[in-house]
């Protein structure tokens, strides 16, 4: 026991003189502010992460003129509340292959605006968001250098419940030989 106590005692003498790892980070006070700073500009880093959400959902739409069915796989990073970006896999069988989608955006109160690619063409578009959300009204316009005109697009989201929502819109509507009627279903996070 006496042997302990006077190992111990050597050890608090040691530290006190500022020898060793333990004894620098508490006898110097250039080394405690060196660390607070770190932990400072660590936690502002991580910061805006904390606040970053993820969304997700799959949606099948039924096309009324060509009786085919359309699906999408869609994930978003809600980077803010106001800025996000997003991703899409789409099944088109209109091409008879996938498309992709990758687009950018920020919101302003109910009105959401998107730049990116649309189906794999480039493209832009605004949402309105009403109802507390549950209620999305979107217009997108892509794939301008297409001959004929861009492709334009008007689609209705709504939330009948927190995970299922409900679709009806009018695909390529610019172009009378190509517009498309659809009523589709989705499951996924908001």
Do not use: C
């Amino acid at each position: 026991m006496e042997e302990s106590l006077r190992q111990l005692a050597e050890s608090l003498d040691k530290i006190n003189r500022g020898e060793g790892t333990l004894g620098k980070l508490i006898n110097d006070p250039g080394l405690y502010e060196e660390a607070e700073e770190t932990l400072d500009s660590v936690k502002k880093t991580v910061e805006p992460l904390t606040r970053m959400r993820a969304a997700g959902n799959y949606r099948i739409d039924y096309l009324g003129e060509s009786r085919k069915v359309k699906s999408y796989l869609n994930l978003s990073f809600y980077l803010t509340p106001r800025y996000f970006v997003s991703g899409q896999v789409v099944e088109d069988p209109l091409q008879n292959k996938f498309t992709y989608s990758a687009q950018g955006g920020f919101r302003w109160g109910s009105v959401a605006s998107r730049v990116g690619i649309f189906e794999s063409a480039f493209g832009a578009g605004v949402d309105v968001l009403t109802l507390g959300d549950r209620l999305i009204l979107s217009l997108e316009g892509f794939d301008f250098d297409r001959h004929g005109g861009p492709r334009l697009r008007f689609a209705t989201q709504y939330f009948l419940l927190r995970y299922f929502y409900l679709v009806a819109g009018w695909d390529d509507f610019g172009r009378p030989a190509r517009r498309e009627i659809y009523l589709g279903l989705g499951l996924g996070t908001r």
